[in-house]
C-alpha cells in the first residue's frame, strides 16, 4: 500500500520511535498519544483489520504486545495497561492499517471512557439470540 502511513513507517521511509521490532512486527510511539508511553504495535505486511490479518502475524502482534507491556511496566510503572484495538470506520479505526494501541495508565492520565462503562444488565432472550446468531457464524 504505497499511500499507508504505516507501511511508510515499516519500509523507513518515514521516522518513528521505534521501540521493538522482529520479523513480523514493528512497535513504535503514537505521536499523538493519549497517556505518555502510548505504543503502537503494526504487522510489518499491510492489513487493513481484524478481518484481513493472518494468523502468523496476528500472533506475532499479540506476543510482542506481552514483550512491550513488561517493557512498559519497568519502564513506567503504570498504574495499568489498556490494550486497544478499532476496526472499521464505525469503530474509529483512523489509519486503515492494523494496529494494536498500548496506552499505559498512569497517575493523572486522561479517562479512556470505552473502559468505564456502566454494567447494567442486559435483557437475556436478546442476548442468547445475538450469541446463537454469532456462534451460527463462526467457521
Ligand atoms: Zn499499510
Request: charged content about 25%; glycine content about 6%.
Amino acid at each position: 500500500m504505497a499511500e499507508c502511513i504505516f507501511c511508510k513507517i515499516v519500509r523507513g521511509e518515514m521516522p518513528c520511535f521505534k521501540m521493538y521490532e522482529n520479523e513480523y512486527v514493528l512497535a513504535f510511539a503514537d505521536i499523538n498519544p493519549i497517556s505518555k508511553g502510548h505504543t503502537l504495535i503494526v504487522p510489518k505486511k499491510h492489513f487493513e483489520s481484524l478481518w484481513e490479518i493472518q494468523d502468523e502475524d496476528l500472533s506475532a502482534i499479540h506476543l510482542a504486545s506481552r514483550k512491550l507491556a513488561h517493557a512498559i511496566r519497568e519502564s513506567l510503572k503504570p498504574l495499568g495497561l489498556a490494550a486497544l484495538q478499532l476496526n472499521g470506520k464505525g469503530a474509529n479505526q483512523v489509519v486503515m492499517h492494523y494496529h494494536l494501541h498500548l496506552i499505559p495508565r498512569l497517575g493523572g492520565s486522561p479517562s479512556l471512557p470505552m473502559t468505564e462503562w456502566e454494567f447494567k444488565p442486559g435483557n437475556r432472550d436478546a442476548i442468547r439470540e445475538t450469541a446463537q446468531k454469532i456462534a451460527a457464524a463462526v467457521k
